[in-house]
Structures are given as structure tokens and as C-alpha cells.
């Protein structure tokens, strides 16, 4: 009854209450093969914490199939998902994981984030033996529930019969909600897949539980028998591309949220940061690059009125992984996006660059630092500023709000009329009124500019 509540109440790209239909749909279809359907993982989770009544908002739906009591079919998931689509043709069917689950997506209405239903098959094969105890939860849908991260994300609801509405909680996960904490199911689940060191951290930031004790010594215990090691040296094993993909999705997740802070600097607290680098934690002087790149981007954004065309939370990473030497290495080990990437790798002979070439003198004229900058893209300058605020900093600032936004009073149709033959000159003529207008030697004034010209490029005599 609860279940259908809050999600008769949650809008999706379905309209309100077709969503509980459609659940019942699929038990319906489920039920008439003899299988079982459950909602699992945390839809259940949301609903428990929920209080009564109200809506959950879930970005999917995670359902598993057990068809474990009767003739075990491999795609069941499949099977139901293909079954459905029949009666909702406007929903969209993906296929994945050999045919084990599939997903069924509306994009329909316009405004309204879409909805995925993912229907797993639960696994089977693990059982020598059909259950026999009808006492007793089959255990496949067990099975598979002890396969997952922790124990508020490893309950199930039952929407077949007997007991629709049943919930199944094998490893005490009403009462860690209860009590607030993340706990994971056995010690090794960390050493299995470090990248729930990363999900226990954002759960508990973002739920506000604390990281059971017990789990916190997996944690420090996964950390201490090196992690880095095993995710650098798995990298020719078919594991670490989906392994490290995974990785990369929970560090967005985290970075994007807007306690990012807070699970960084738990995750700093845990040692996990040297899943990334052995040498990777967050001294004073990081926490401040890390605020100040979200905050300038903001301020570039203010006073440019444009973004800088990366995503802040990606520069933040940056700014993090910046902090060691191979820092491109890892960028590419994440599979980023491949400016990150080129942006990490660029940055320790860019940065000695322009450290020598802007601080030979102690006034460089504004023409130099023009000049100087151009040569590269803004997001790698506001990296290096917020890494440098002081120093080469304050020119890369003075360069992306002002110098680059010179307006020239003079351009190509101009020099023409003035009689000027139109070739590779222009090009020259055209930077060489910017640095002069850059140090102040004409105004943005045409007069001012036509001074110039007669002064430095005069027409030839007899010429055009
Ligand atoms: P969210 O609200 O953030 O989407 P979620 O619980 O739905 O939370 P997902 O990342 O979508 O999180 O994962 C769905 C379910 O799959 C989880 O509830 C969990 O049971 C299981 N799961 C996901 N990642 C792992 C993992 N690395 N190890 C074990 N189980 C996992």
C-alpha cells in the first residue's frame, strides 16, 4: 500500500498512477509464468526513508525476476521487459549483460526526467539444489540481494503473490536505517570492488548516516593492502576498464554534488583518495585551489558572460589529480574526456613556461601578456591560475577578463578602404594594434588607430 502511494505520487514521464499500473503489470505477467518479481536496491531504500505517504523521486526503477521455482529461463528479465513493451509501444527496450536484463525507458513527456524500469534476471546458477522449504525465500533472489553494496541497498520488496508487498531484508537493513548507517554485507566487500568505498561515502553525505565502525575498518583495511596497486596492475585483466569506468562514474557523482567538500574530505579522512595516487590527500593549500576553481569559474562566467566550456565539477577533479606528477596517466586510466586529459598533460611544461617568460621582468607590458596567452585555451589558464594565484595568476586573470576582450576600432574592411592591399599584412597590422591599444599607446578611438598606421605602416608611395 505504501509502495503504491508514493509512487502513485511521483512524476514521472508517465502520468501519475500509470507507473503503479505498469508495476502491476509486470507482476501480473510474472506471476501467470510462476516466476517472482521484487523491487530491489533504492527504490526500496528511498521508500523506507521516506515518510509515509509522500512521493519518492527515483531517476529508475530496479526490479528483479526470479524464476527460480519454476523452469529457469536465463533471460527472464528479457522476457518480461519484451512482454510489456507490447502494451506501451512508445517505451524504448535495451537489452545488456548477455541477455541477462533489460530495460525499458519512456522519454515521452516533454519536461519530465525520463524513467527506466531495469528488470534483472536474478541468478541461478549458484544453487546446486531447487529450495524446497516454501518457509523459506528462494534463494536466488537472496543471492542476489548479497551480491550488493550495503544493507539499506539490499532489500526487496515482493509485488508477487503470496504476501505482495513483502519485504525481504536478509542483512538487517530496516534497522541500519533506522540507526543511520552504511554497512556492507562481509569484510571483503571492499577488496572485491574499492569503488564502494567511494558509494559508502556519497550514500552517507548525501542520506547524512554515518559509515558503520565495523564497515570503516573494511574501509581502512581494503585502503591499507593497496588498492593502487591493484587497480594500476589489473590493467591488463578484463576487470579494471569496467572497474575504472565505475570509478569515474562514482567521482562524478560526487564531485557534482554540491557537498562534494564534505565527501572529499571523507574520503581524504578514509585513505581512499589513494585509489586514485598512494601519494593523493588534501593538504591546506588543495582545499583552497579546490574552492577557488568552482568560485572563479563562476566569476569568469560574471564578468565574461560566457562559460568556460568545461564542467565545473570536471575542473575540480582536475584541479585534485593535478596534484600528482602522473596525473594524466590516472586522467586517462578514468577514461575522461580527452581535453582533461591533453590539459593534465600540458600542464607542468606550460606552467614552467609561463612562470619564466611572465616573471623575467617584474612589469610585463600588457602586449606580452597577450601576446604570451593567447597561445593556449581558456579551462587549462584557469587551472593554472587557481594553482598559481599569486603569481602567474594574476596575469592569466588579467588576460581572460580583460586583454582577450580588446575591441579593435579598426578590422579587414577598414584597411581596405584605407587602400591597404589585403594579404598576410593584415593579420600583422591587426595584432599590432591590439598590443599597441593593449598598452595604452593609441586609444580604441579609428582616429587614434589611423595615427598609428600612417606611422608604422604607411602606404607605399603610387600605391593603391
Ligand atoms: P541512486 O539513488 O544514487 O541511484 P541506487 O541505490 O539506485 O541509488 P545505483 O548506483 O543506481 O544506486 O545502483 C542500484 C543498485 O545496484 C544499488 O542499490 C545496489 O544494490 C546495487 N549496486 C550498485 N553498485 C554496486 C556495487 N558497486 N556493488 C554492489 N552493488 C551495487
Not at 37 to 43: D, H, Q, R, S
Request: neutral net charge; contains cysteine.
Amino acid at each position: 500500500g505504501r509502495l503504491q502511494t508514493s509512487l502513485q505520487a511521483y512524476p514521472t514521464a508517465l502520468e501519475s498512477g500509470e507507473l503503479w499500473t505498469l508495476l502491476t503489470q509486470i507482476a501480473v505477467a510474472a506471476q501467470q509464468r510462476g516466476w517472482h518479481l521484487y523491487v530491489v536496491g533504492g527504490a526500496v531504500r528511498d521508500l523506507l526513508l521516506a515518510p509515509d505517504g509522500t512521493a519518492i523521486s527515483l531517476k529508475d526503477i530496479d526490479l528483479v525476476v526470479d524464476s527460480f521455482r519454476s523452469p529457469v529461463v536465463e533471460g527472464a528479465g528479457v522476457v518480461l521487459a519484451q512482454q510489456l513493451q507490447k502494451q506501451y509501444p512508445n517505451a524504448q527496450i535495451q537489452v545488456h549483460g548477455e541477455f541477462q536484463t533489460a530495460a525499458l525507458i519512456w522519454r515521452t513527456r516533454a519536461g519530465h526526467a525520463p524513467l527506466m524500469i531495469d528488470i534483472a534476471t536474478a541468478r541461478t546458477e549458484f544453487y546446486p539444489y531447487p529450495a524446497a522449504n516454501p518457509e523459506v525465500e528462494p534463494s536466488s533472489i537472496r543471492q542476489d540481494l548479497y551480491r550488493r553494496d550495503f544493507t539499506i541497498n539490499a532489500m526487496a520488496i515482493r509485488l508477487t503473490s503470496p504476501q505482495p508487498g513483502l519485504l525481504l531484508d536478509f542483512f538487517g537493513g530496516y534497522l541500519d536505517i533506522q540507526q543511520r548507517q552504511v554497512r556492507v554485507l562481509h569484510a571483503n566487500s571492499f577488496i572485491e570492488d574499492p569503488t564502494r568505498i567511494f558509494r559508502a561515502v556519497r550514500f552517507a553525505v548525501r542520506l547524512g548516516f554515518v559509515i558503520a565502525p565495523q564497515t570503516e575498518t573494511f574501509i581502512r583495511y581494503a585502503v591499507d593492502s593497496g588498492i593502487y596497486a591493484d587497480l594500476q596492475t589489473q590493467q591488463t585483466q578484463r576487470r579494471l576498464p569496467a572497474l575504472q569506468t565505475r570509478l569515474k562514474t562514482e567521482l562524478s557523482y560526487i564531485f557534482q554534488t554540491d557537498s562534494w567538500a564534505q565527501s572529499l574530505g571523507l574520503l581524504d579522512k578514509l585513505g581512499a583518495l589513494s585509489c586514485l595516487h598512494p601519494s593523493l590527500s588534501i593538504d591546506a593549500d588543495l582545499w583552497r585551489q579546490l574552492h577557488r576553481v568552482g568560485r572563479w569559474q563562476q566569476r569568469f562566467m560574471e564578468e565574461v558572460g560566457e562559460d568556460i566550456g568545461v564542467a565545473p565539477w570536471l575542473l575540480r577533479l582536475e584541479v585534485l589529480l593535478a596534484r600528482v606528477e602522473v596525473r594524466s596517466q590516472i586522467a586517462t586510466n578514468l577514461q575522461l574526456p580527452l581535453g582533461s586529459i591533453q590539459r593534465l598533460q600540458q600542464l607542468a611544461p606550460i606552467e614552467a613556461h609561463l612562470s619564466d617568460t611572465l616573471q623575467q621582468t617584474a612589469q610585463p607590458r600588457p602586449s606580452f601578456i597577450y601576446q604570451t596567452l593567447i597561445l593556449y585555451d581558456l579551462p587549462l589558464l584557469l587551472l593554472i591560475s587557481v594553482r598559481h594565484p599569486q603569481t602567474i595568476g594574476t596575469y592569466i586573470w588579467q588576460y581572460i577578463t580583460q586583454l582577450i576582450h580588446v575591441h579593435l576600432p579598426i578590422d579587414g574592411h577598414h584597411l581596405k578602404r584605407l587602400g591597404y592591399e589585403p594579404g598576410p599584412l593584415y593579420r600583422q597590422i591587426l595584432t599590432a594594434l591590439t598590443h599597441a591599444i593593449l598598452d595604452g599607446d593609441i586609444t580604441t578611438a579609428a582616429a587614434s588607430a589611423e595615427a598609428y598606421l600612417n606611422r608604422h605602416y604607411p602606404l607605399a608611395q603610387g600605391g593603391s
